[in-house]
């Protein structure tokens, strides 16, 4: 499809976009189950790098299921073009030079895989919202647990559809057992530590 399609390079390069911006460009990739707490820490991580001074941007499933994504459902297929797409958009705002938070249930390994080989070695961080399944079922913000169990809703993440956990997350956070500002200060820790913020 792209044979006949050349590569244009900038003027402006990545790392001098980044320089302009005084940061690192990175992707912190949230993924869990519906109700695992991706939007909430995401959200609420996004706020505080906002205050520290640092250019960021949200990706979202709900939001971006309104736009870019709004002809994908929710079959094995539409999900891996789902985050096909989301993977180039996010790798395109850390070229502008953004931190960027993606957060999406992304429930294969091997999508996953392909999103974190987009990017230079460090600049992936996979955060697992290892949130035990019980704890979003109780939670069920949107109702839409209930509705799956009753069958309005087919291919449901987690009750029948399936999630791969994954093995070696580089930020594992259960929203079971830790607060919101735990589940943020881990964040900012680890970032502080691959020299991606300042401490
Ligand atoms: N069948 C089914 N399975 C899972 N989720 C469903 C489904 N139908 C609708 N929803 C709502 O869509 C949100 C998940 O969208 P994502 O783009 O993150 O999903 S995926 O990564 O493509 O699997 C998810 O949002 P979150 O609760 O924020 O995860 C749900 O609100
Ligand atoms: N420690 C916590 N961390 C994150 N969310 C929590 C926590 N405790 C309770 N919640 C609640 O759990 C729900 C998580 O939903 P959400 O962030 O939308 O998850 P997801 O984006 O994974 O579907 C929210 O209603 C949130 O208020």
Known sequence: MAENIVWHEHKITRAERAANK???PCLLWFTGLSGSGKSTIANALDVALHQRGYHTFLLDG???RHGLCK???FSDEDRVE???RIGEVSKLF???GLIVLSAFISPFTSDRRMVRNLFPAGEFIEVFMDTPLETCEARDPKGLYEKARQGEIKHFTGIDSPYEAPEHPEVRLDTSSMTVDECVA???AFMA???LIAD
């Open 22 to 24: 005084n940061q690192k």
């Open 62 to 64: 709900d939001n971006v």
């Open 71 to 73: 002809d994908l459902g």
């Open 82 to 84: 789902n985050i096909r």
């Open 94 to 96: 850390t070229d502008a």
């Open 186 to 188: 881990a964040l900012i």
């Open 193 to 195: 530590s691959r020299g």
